[in-house]
C-alpha cells in the first residue's frame, strides 16, 4: 500500500507545483525559473521532470515538492504535507512525526486548535462582542471565515477549558496562560489566562494551522492595549506571520500584487469587499522577512495604511524597506481620520476606487511636497524626502524618468536634479544580488561530465553506471574512480542537470564512449613521456629495453587509434 507522500508524488508533477507558485520556462528537457529563495537576475533554478526534483545553481537550493513547499511556505514537513494533500485530494491517514521535536510543534498545533474552537463557541454566546462586530460591518460569513472568537473576562477561563487535555508547560509554551511572579502561601504558582475579555483573530501559518492570537479589547481605557497579541513561540515569529497570508497568497499570485494593511478589521473588510489578496501586518512593525514573504508571490505592493501621522510614517518606513529589495511600490490616498475598514463600511466602491488610484509612492510624495511646501522649504522637502526613495530604485530607466518628472514640476534643470541625487548616500542593499555559482564551481572538464553520466545512470538504476565505471577503472585504477567520483558527489544533483543538458544534444552512450577515449588517450601520453625517459637511460639492460620499447610501439599504435 503506498504511503501518504508516495501517494502525493504520484499524483502531482514537480512542475505543475513549482509553476503554481514561480514562472517557469522549458529549457531543453528540463525547466527554468528565477530562483524564489536568492535574489538573481538570470534564471539559475533548474527543475527535472524526470527526476522530480529542482536545484539552484545559484544559492545551492535542492530538493523535491515537499522540501520546495516546505522553503517557499515557511512550513515543516508535515505543514508541507497537508498543502499538498490538499492539491493532491489525498486523505492523510496514520501519519505520524519521527522527529521530537516536531511532535512538540504538533501538540502545540494541537492545543492552539482546541483554544481556537473554544474562543469560536464563546463568541456565539456573548452578544456584546457580536454587536461591536456587527457595528463594524463584520458579516457572520466573515466571522465564521476567519475564525473569529472571544476570550471570556474570566482569569482562568481557557486554563480550565484546557487543563483537562494539555499540561500547564503546554499552555506556556504555546502562549495561551501566564504565571504569576510571586507565589502562594502554600508555595504554588498561580496561572491565568493570556486573554480576557478580547474579541480573538486567530493567526494562521501558510497551511491554515492556527499559530497564534490577537485579541481586540472590548472596553478600552488608559490601562489595556487596544490590541494584545500572544507572544512568540516555537510557532509564531511576528517578523514572519502575515494576517490573512494563508488565504489570501493564491490571489496575489494570480493577481501579481498585494494590497498591505495594518490592522485585522481592515483585512476583514478588504476581503469581504472582494480584495481577496489583502495581507495585514497585523499592529506589529512590518519587517524584511514580512517582504520576502509576499515578494515570492509577486514584487508589487500597494500600501493602505491608516491616513493619520503615525500610519503615514508607517507607510515611508515600509515603501522604504520594499524599494531597496527592488519592489515596486503604490500607495493608497485615504482621506484624513479614515482607514480602509472605515471606508469600506460606508461603501466598498469608495474602497475599489481608492486602489485603482493609487500612486507610485515618489509620485505620492513628491505630490505632497508640492501642496504643502513652497520655493525653498520645496527644495528642501524634494532633497530630503523624495530624492532618497529615487535613490532606491534599481532601474536607471526608472530612475531617470522621476529625475525628468521632479525637474519637469519643480521647473528647474534634469541636471540640477541629477546633481542632487549623487550627493544622496544610497541606503545599504537589503538584498544584494549574489552572482550565480557562487557555492559552485562551473569548470567543465572530463571527469566531471563521466560522473555526471554515472549519477544519471544510477538514478535510472541503470547497468550502464557499472559498466561505465568498470571500463573507467581499467583506464586508471579503481581508487582513483573512487576518489573523483566521492569528491563529485557533493555537487551531485547539479551534475546531473548539467547531464540531462549535454543528453539533450545528443547521446549519452556516445558521449561516455568518446570521454573514456580521450580520458585513455590523456592516460596514454603520460606512460609513453614517462617511457621516454626510461628508454634514455643508458644504464637500462638490453632485456629491459626491448620490453619497454615493445611497450613504447604498443601504446603509440593504440594512441593512433584512438586519433583516428
Same mark, same amino acid.
Given at each position: ?11 502531482? +508533477? ?66 508541507? #504535507? ?13 501519519? &505520524? ?9 504538533? &501538540? ?47 482569569? !482562568? ?38 486573554? !480576557? ?24 481605557? +488608559? ?43 481592515? #483585512? ?28 515570492? #508571490? ?17 507607510? !515611508? ?21 479614515? +482607514? ?11 474602497? &475599489? ?62 541636471? +540640477? ?24 564551481? &562551473? ?122
Amino acid at each position: 500500500m503506498l504511503t501518504n507522500v508516495e501517494q502525493i508524488k504520484e499524483k502531482l +508533477d514537480i512542475v505543475d507545483v513549482i509553476s503554481s507558485y514561480i514562472k517557469v520556462e522549458k529549457a531543453g528537457i528540463n525547466y527554468k525559473a528565477k530562483c524564489p529563495f536568492h535574489n538573481e537576475k538570470t534564471p539559475s533554478f533548474f527543475i527535472s521532470p524526470t527526476r522530480q526534483s529542482f536545484y539552484c545553481f545559484g544559492c545551492g537550493e535542492k530538493g523535491d515538492i515537499f522540501s520546495f513547499v516546505e522553503k517557499f511556505e515557511g512550513l515543516d514537513f508535515k505543514g508541507a #504535507l497537508e498543502t499538498l494533500a490538499s492539491k493532491a485530494g489525498v486523505e492523510l491517514k496514520n501519519f &505520524k512525526q519521527t522527529n521530537d521535536t516536531k511532535g512538540e510543534k504538533d &501538540k502545540l498545533f494541537e492545543i492552539m486548535e482546541k483554544a481556537t474552537q473554544i474562543f469560536e463557541k464563546q463568541l456565539t454566546e456573548n452578544k456584546e462582542a457580536l454587536n461591536i462586530l456587527k457595528k463594524r460591518g463584520v458579516m457572520d460569513v466573515s466571522i465564521v471565515k476567519w475564525r473569529l472568537g472571544f476570550a471570556k473576562n474570566e482569569w !482562568r477561563s481557557l486554563y480550565d477549558n484546557l487543563q483537562n487535555n494539555f499540561s500547564k508547560e503546554e499552555m506556556l509554551e504555546a502562549g495561551l496562560i501566564k504565571k504569576t511572579d510571586t507565589e502562594t502561601n502554600s508555595g504554588q504558582i498561580k496561572y491565568y489566562d493570556t486573554f !480576557r475579555d478580547r474579541i480573538m483573530f486567530p493567526l494562521n501559518d501558510s497551511a491554515g494551522r492556527v499559530i497564534a492570537f490577537s485579541g481586540r479589547a472590548i472596553k478600552e481605557d +488608559d490601562k489595556t492595549p487596544k490590541y494584545l497579541n500572544s507572544p512568540e513561540t516555537k510557532l509564531f515569529y511576528k517578523s514572519e506571520a502575515l494576517y490573512g497570508f494563508n488565504i489570501a497568497k493564491n490571489h496575489i499570485r494570480k493577481l501579481d500584487y498585494t494590497v498591505l494593511v495594518e490592522g485585522q478589521m481592515d #483585512l476583514l473588510m478588504s476581503h469581504q469587499a472582494g480584495i481577496l489578496n489583502t495581507v495585514a501586518s497585523s499592529g506589529t512593525a512590518l519587517t524584511e522577512l514580512h517582504l520576502k514573504k509576499i515578494g515570492k #508571490l509577486s514584487n508589487r505592493i500597494i500600501i493602505a495604511y491608516d491616513s493619520d501621522d503615525s500610519g503615514e510614517k508607517a507607510s !515611508r518606513r515600509a515603501a522604504e524597506m520594499a524599494m531597496a529589495l527592488g519592489m515596486e511600490i503604490k500607495t493608497v490616498s485615504l482621506p484624513k481620520g479614515e +482607514d480602509p475598514a472605515s471606508i469600506i463600511k460606508k461603501d466598498p466602491a469608495k474602497w &475599489k476606487k481608492a486602489l485603482k488610484e493609487s500612486q507610485h509612492f515618489i509620485d505620492f510624495s513628491l505630490n505632497k511636497a508640492l501642496k504643502e511646501k513652497e520655493d525653498r522649504n520645496l527644495t528642501k522637502e524634494i532633497i530630503k524626502n523624495v530624492l532618497p526613495l529615487v535613490s532606491l530604485i534599481k532601474s536607471e530607466i526608472e530612475k531617470s524618468i522621476f529625475v525628468k518628472k521632479i525637474a519637469l514640476k519643480m521647473k528647474v534643470r534634469e541636471q +540640477d536634479v541629477l546633481n542632487d541625487l549623487k550627493k544622496i548616500d544610497q541606503k545599504e542593499n537589503l538584498n544584494k544580488e549574489e552572482g550565480p555559482f557562487k557555492n559552485y564551481s &562551473k569548470v567543465v572538464n572530463l571527469e566531471r561530465i563521466l560522473a555526471g553520466i554515472i549519477f544519471l545512470e544510477e538514478f535510472n538504476k541503470s547497468k550502464k553506471s557499472k559498466n561505465l565505471k568498470e571500463k573507467w577503472q581499467q583506464i586508471v585504477d579503481e581508487s582513483k574512480v573512487t576518489e573523483i567520483l566521492e569528491n563529485f558527489k557533493e555537487n551531485k544533483e547539479a551534475l546531473i542537470f548539467e547531464t540531462e543538458g549535454y543528453g539533450e544534444k545528443g547521446s549519452l552512450d556516445e558521449i561516455a564512449e568518446d570521454i573514456l577515449k580521450r580520458l585513455e588517450l590523456k592516460n596514454l601520453k603520460t606512460k609513453l613521456q614517462k617511457i621516454t625517459i626510461i628508454l634514455d637511460d643508458k644504464n637500462l639492460s638490453k632485456k629491459d629495453q626491448k620490453e619497454t620499447k615493445t611497450d613504447f610501439n604498443k601504446i603509440q599504435k593504440r594512441i593512433k587509434e584512438l586519433n583516428n
